[in-house]
């Protein structure tokens, strides 16, 4: 069936789009894409900028460690540098991205076949794949964390596979690393709940295939892009639910050596064959769980083809290290499913908010849950054990506080922990937890196990003694009329009642700021009594 119509924007379009709001960074300069490209984007997650001030890079002028220029342009950080930017590519609020999501998934709609698909302006097959500067050497992939990468590894991928017994395609982001002009090796996930694509594998090895079909696609209209990362039940082909998302059917084009079907304007498709067989060493690669993965087995894959649009771009993710371009994507997807899971599918009261923390964690070790004051005890402590068991890889570490601490300022965190937490009785630590994603530790068969830590406040605590509000704001004023250095306030900057206070004291700080402070020495000396020791408490309703 024919069809020219789209009712999506693709890459290039959103990065008009991030242009025109300023998300977008053109670098002309010339720039190493293996020494220099990666760290130069790093700076923004590491040099001390706020998440809503980083952007999306486009390399233009791209050149690699021996002189060697590419054609192609890279953008880093396009898909989720911040969640603003993930907001445009997903045509919504972030607050509603997740509401999104549900009703993408609840209404599919399925893709549409097309015969003539910009994918394929540009076809090398056969001999355009052998050789250096041919094939995947021609592309600019960068290396992400020069000094500990063996090789240039896509990372903006979208995997696609068929299921062999129910014809079903699926499609996730894996890396792949360059080998050869024509081969490179991909890793997919073969823990519990790992890469659909790997059942996919296994499939064809028990029919005695010895080569599983394979496209690679870099650069997919946003809608299409976001699937990649996205866990859905096994079975629901993504290219549907992106339709769901776009509200419009998604074009896609049987690819020229493999049969698959891909989207008709992916920027550059990678076809090939999967070795079922042979396996090979792929890695170290820095990974989204901020160390380095080290060299291990993993699938082979023959190019049979390589085919791109007439201009194409080259995404690639910026992962690794939390906070990063990954990062920012499973956060925004995740933390919705835990609340709904905490408030709508357990049923607990008094959850209010649930953040994974981000910074060096990466959002797979701690959980923090925002309650309600007042919650009953019994509920808050379901609230930790429901988190901790929502994921396999996620909540090692849960910590439930009141809404005034901020999960991203690890000192409020601490702050509850020190002043509102009694170890003895508000800290559980359970046995028979995995190993999760993470690091290779000493021994690779070791349990870990979960902490869990009720920081919520078990009653009502004297002011916060800072300024009220209203003072520091006024101050604000005049210290931006001072010309003083820019501020940038962090929570908490003013203070608050936490539950232990009385109108009489509120009346005697507003005399007190008032200049009657004299006022309040008259009444004071009106409590005057004998025989008590110094420091015996004193409350005005009770005893005045
Ligand atoms: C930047 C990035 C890199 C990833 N790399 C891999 C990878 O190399 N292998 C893997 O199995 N999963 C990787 N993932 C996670 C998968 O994309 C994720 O589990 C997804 O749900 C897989 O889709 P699937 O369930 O259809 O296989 C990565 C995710 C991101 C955001």
Known sequence: MKNTTRGYPDLHEHLETLKAQGLLLTIDEPIDKDAEMHAL???????????????????????????????????????????????????APVDEIQAKWDRAIAHPIKPVVVDK???????????????????????????????????PTLTATNVITRDPETGIQNMGTYRAALKAPDRLVVRMATRVGGAGGYQHYLKHQKRGDKWMPCAIVLGCPPYVAFMGPQKLPLGVDELDVAGGLAGAPINIVKAKTVDLMVPAEAEI??????????VEP???????????????????????????????VIPSYISQVAPSESSVIKRV?????????????????????????????????????????????TEIWRALYGAAYFKGDCSKICIAVNDDIDAD??????????????????????????QGHGPKRESDHEEDSTLLMDATM??????????????????RVIWEKLGLPALRPQSPWFGYTLGD????????????????????????????????????KFRPDTDG
């Open 41 to 91: 984007v790093r700076w923004q997650f590491v040099g001390g900028m706020e998440e809503k001030d980083r952007k999306a890079f486009l390399f233009t002028n791209i050149r690699d460690g021996r002189g060697r220029q590419y054609d192609i342009p890279v953008v880093v950080g396009a898909i989720a540098a911040n969640r603003a930017i993930y907001s445009i590519g997903m045509g």
């Open 117 to 151: 698909a910009a994918c394929h302006d540009v076809v090398h097959e056969g001999a355009a794949l052998q050789g250096e500067g041919n094939g995947l050497d021609r592309l600019p992939i960068p290396i992400s964390t020069p000094g500990f990468d063996s090789a």
């Open 269 to 278: 498709v990678i076809e090939g064959l999967i070795d079922t067989e042979y």
């Open 282 to 312: 792929e890695a170290p690669f820095g990974e989204s769980h901020g160390h380095v993965a080290l060299e291990e087995f993993n699938m082979p894959m023959k190019i049979t083809a390589i085919t791109h649009r007439a201009k194409p």
């Open 333 to 377: 997807a995740y933390e919705p499913l835990f609340l709904a899971h905490l408030r709508d599918a357990l049923g607990i009261r008094g959850v209010k908010r649930v953040q994974l923390h981000e910074p060096l964690t990466g959002l797979l070790r701690v959980t923090i849950i925002t309650i309600e004051k007042g919650t009953p005890r």
């Open 409 to 434: 300022n690890a000192d409020t965190l601490l702050w509850a922990m020190a002043y509102r937490m009694n170890p003895v009785e508000d800290v559980q630590v359970l046995a028979h937890r995995g």
């Open 458 to 475: 078990k009653g009502g605590m004297p002011p916060l003694a800072l300024p009220k509000k209203e003072y520091m704001e006024r101050a």
């Open 501 to 536: 206070w009385m109108p009489q004291w509120d009346a005697a700080a507003k005399r007190a700021v008032e200049g009657n402070y004299l006022e309040n020495g008259r009444i004071s000396e009106k409590q005057q009594q004998k025989g008590l020791k110094p420091e015996t």
